[in-house]
């Protein structure tokens, strides 16, 4: 095969992908991989998202007379994890040079 030959049709293959990318930008179901793949992944978060709301709603609807989360947060406090909702934590961290720094308010 000769140099001519290749480049030739190399030549050829980029004026069909030129092609192929105009069509797409005028026309975007000419171009079914490109406009199906984008639909499918914003059809498969707006899925994920119903999912994640239905979950949540179920979580937090199934039984509201349940306060087990108040028994294992009183464990946990027993067994020494500190309250990050205490004043004197709240205090510190608001004196706290570095974790202002990395939240960017110092």
Do not use: W
């Not at 000419?30 to 498969?44: P, R």
């Not at 947060?73 to 510190?92: C, I, R, Y």
Request: overall charge neutral; aromatic content about 8%; some cysteine.
């Amino acid at each position: 095969m000769s140099m001519g030959y290749i480049f030739k049709k190399l030549a050829q293959k980029l004026v069909q992908e030129r092609e192929k990318q105009a069509s797409a930008s005028t026309n975007p179901i000419g171009n079914e991989n490109v406009f199906l793949n984008k639909m499918t992944h914003s059809a498969l978060n707006l899925y994920e998202h119903k999912c994640d709301i239905n979950n949540f709603s179920k979580l937090v609807l199934s039984d509201p007379e349940n306060d087990s989360h108040n028994r294992i947060m009183d464990e946990l406090f027993a067994s020494g994890v500190k309250d990050p909702f205490e004043k004197s934590k709240l205090t510190q961290l608001s004196d706290n040079k570095r974790f202002l720094r990395d939240l960017g308010l110092d």
